[in-house]
């Protein structure tokens, strides 16, 4: 980056702490007007501006650091194009180990790290959110809730993202992995093994999918629970609240709870499938393949297991 640009990103910056009123300075860690901002800028080797409590390392060919905030912190190194931005009080933003990676923190308290690959991107953008993408090539990890965290790591093209208050990401021990928490207080995890999928939109619900390929968990009511795990292709889908839906031990497995506290199970075998539409209702197909249990009346159970191709319904 030459130094045209890297000075006028600087003078940006500058700009915007100028123009705060003072309760907005304050938050983000940068004096009122009239006062020396905490601001640092490097670039290449080279510090271009350190002033107060800011502070900031660049080292490589293209490397860019920013720091703006009472005791922030930025830095770029051990690598080609990483860049590091941090903004507010207490931030921090690494990027390194790696090239072309890309770390940026805005919010009080933020933190953002991409290290330990190429072309990572980490973003926390809520106060006191945390992100963190490495150990692979081509990660994502974006925490924009306050007090949010996404990790995505630990393999190649994974996708973490937590986007409400409280809400926790992680897509990790694998490639292709998708997490994305958007619940308030919700948790994603899609992890051990290729092309997981964890969603969790509910508030306060959860959604694992993992130690397989291809399993999808998806929690869209709030206090839902969604797992699909120990195989590969298994589905698991709970979208009314605190309904919960588990598809494991198998290949092919879909349990789908619509019911509100309804749950459905199915597991111990290929290619089972339960449904739980009414509500408290419960469906279980297992210890078989091909079994289907169907709960479509409020609180009534079903269970189909023992054999193969059986049938059940309530």
């Known amino acids: 980056m030459t130094k045209r640009v890297s000075l006028a990103l600087l003078l940006a910056l500058l700009s915007t702490v100028g123009t705060m009123t003072t309760g907005e300075a304050h938050r983000r860690g940068s004096p ?48 080609t194009a990483n860049h590091a931005i941090a903004f507010g009080s207490g931030s921090a933003a690494t990027a390194s180990q790696g090239n072309g990676n890309q770390a940026l923190a805005f919010g ?18 809520g106060d006191g959110s945390h992100a963190e993408a490495s150990g692979g090539d081509g990660n994502i990890a974006t ?18 993202i937590a986007s409400r208050d409280g809400s926790y990401a992680e897509a990790f021990g694998g490639n292709t992995n998708t997490a994305t928490a958007s619940g308030e207080a919700s948790s994603a995890r899609a992890y051990g093994g290729d092309g997981n999928a964890a969603t969790a939109s509910g508030d306060s619900s959860w959604a694992w999918a993992y130690s397989g390929d291809g399993n999808a968990a998806t929690a869209s009511g709030n206090g839902s629970h969604a797992e699909a795990y120990l195989g590969d292709d298994n589905t698991a889908t709970a979208s009314e609240d605190d309904s919960r839906a588990y598809a494991f031990n198998g290949h092919g497995n879909a349990a789908t709870a619509s019911g509100e506290a309804s749950q459905a199970d199915a597991y111990l075998g290929d290619g089972n499938t339960a449904t739980a539409s009414g509500d408290t209702s419960i469906a279980r197909a297992y210890d078989g393949d091909d079994n289907t249990a169907t709960a479509a009346t409020d609180e009534c159970s079903v269970f189909v297991s023992g054999g193969n191709n059986q049938t059940g319904s309530c």
């Open 32 to 79: 009122p007007g009239g006062t020396t901002p905490n601001v640092c800028l490097a670039t290449n080797n080279l510090v271009w501006v350190q002033s107060g409590s800011a502070t900031c390392a660049a080292t490589g060919p293209g490397s860019f650091a920013l720091a703006g905030g009472a005791n922030s912190s930025a830095a770029a190194s051990d690598g």
């Open 108 to 125: 009080v308290g933020a933190s953002a790290t991409a290290s330990g690959g190429n072309s990572n991107a980490a973003r926390a953008s």
């Open 143 to 160: 925490a924009s809730g306050d007090d949010s965290y996404a990790n995505a790591g630990g393999g190649d093209g994974n996708t973490a």
